[in-house]
């Protein structure tokens, strides 16, 4: 019997492998694709066709809490260590302790893993709208009274927040979430959140300074527009890296 090479090794695998379950991680209110859940759904699969799997070749950059790390994953025949596929991926870890560089190269692995076996994740941002978005096509809004507002309006002191005390607490525990996720699919799960969207929608109608800065919010505070502004900026050198795989 004729062994399989890598590439028909591969593609048995992505006949056996589908969906990615998103999952809850402790203390979160959102769900996210993780690389413990990937390896999980994959690592039997690679297994029983006779695919390892492993990072070489890395380049990794330390600037602050940011570490960047560009590698390559090597997909090869167990049977047959010259017979294999590099995939040029890089991850991207913020962590104010050590674990930068392990979430920076668990990022890269997932996204690798992810590509190189067309995995769907279920990442479909009509399933994260909100309820009271209004959906009617636009011809059908023309004579409303009331475009848009209700959003906005919807969220009073005595629903989410009963103050601005509650809204500064808020405040800071959204900064510390948003300096706390480890790549773009967790910073874009929590802003899909209640808890994010309620926050932002009292901010923006009773403390808009806490989204924009400067007065009345906190000085140790930048306003969380400006936060997520860089905190994307930084994801998006994952997104947008040409050694990035797929």
Known sequence: MTKMNIAQRINACMADVDYIQKEKKQGMNY???????????????????GVVYYPRNMTVHQEGNRTQAT??????NMDDRTD???VA?????VDPQDKGPGKAMSYGVKYSLLKVLGLETGDDPDAVQDARADHKAANDRVNSPEPAAPVIRAVKWEGAYSGKSALHKALVEVDRNIRGCGDAAELEAYLSTPEYRNFFWS???YMPHYL???DPAPSEFVGIAELLEKTR???DLIQNNPLRAG
């Open 31 to 49: 769900s996210i694709v993780s690389h413990d859940a990937v390896t999980a759904k994959v690592r039997p699969i690679l297994q029983k066709h």
């Open 89 to 93: 991926t890089f991850g991207y870890g």
């Open 212 to 214: 924009e800065g400067g």
């Open 233 to 235: 900026a930084d994801f």
């Open 203 to 205: 901010c923006e109608k």
């Open 71 to 76: 590698f390559d994953v090597r997909f090869e």
């Open 84 to 86: 294999f596929i590099d």
